[in-house]
């Protein structure tokens, strides 16, 4: 297995469904009170791409991409219809001496590392001044910061998924409409390219 540096095809991709899940146990007591444990850290991303097959060349596309991938073998970017940009994201305060900072998005108290940025949409700011920096995989590298300066970052970024299926399953009615019954797809977490 590995993750694919190519992203599912954005026309493909519009109008899919899905987002964020949660593995939470939920035990109702003979009180009736509950107890809820979960069994994640933080949420994993679910989709259904079904929506954006429209054609016969769509379903094609959807099948050399599902192909290429070797089915759910290999991982590969999603650009989320809805979660897919982040602005003004505090990354850290500046030490003077640190100088990497890991891209993240926050949701109150949770935070979501962010592996897959778009490259040439990472704007990094020192104390509010753009600043010059190096970027893998989700980590940007610039010349320390002084104590005390605040270091943000605004990007749009993609999902690492893969197929969450063993099959597609796909056809043409006789009037030439393409009929798929789903395309899930499931986030990997802690997935990212090699440098």
Known sequence: MAFHDERF???LAFGATGGPTRAVDIATLSS????????????????NAVTGVKSL???????????????SLHSFRF?????????????????????????????????RPITLPVADT???????????????AGVV?????????????????????RFDTDELILGLETDGAVNVASVPLIEVLGEVPHA
Do not use: M
């Open 9 to 11: 095809p954005l026309t």
């Open 32 to 47: 009736g009170r509950e107890h809820r444990n979960t069994t994640q850290s933080r949420a994993r991303r679910r989709y």
């Open 57 to 71: 060349a769509d379903a094609q596309a959807l099948a050399a991409f599902y192909e290429a991938r070797g089915g």
């Open 79 to 111: 650009r989320d219809p809805i979660d897919h940009a982040a602005k003004d994201v505090l990354l850290g305060v500046g030490d003077g001496t640190q100088a990497e900072f890991a891209l993240r998005k926050s949701y109150g108290e949770a935070v």
């Open 122 to 136: 990472v704007e990094v700011r020192v104390a509010g001044q753009v600043v010059t920096h190096g970027l893998n």
């Open 141 to 161: 590298t610039i010349d320390p910061p002084p104590s005390g300066a605040l270091v943000t970052a605004s990007f749009t970024f993609d999902v690492p998924v």
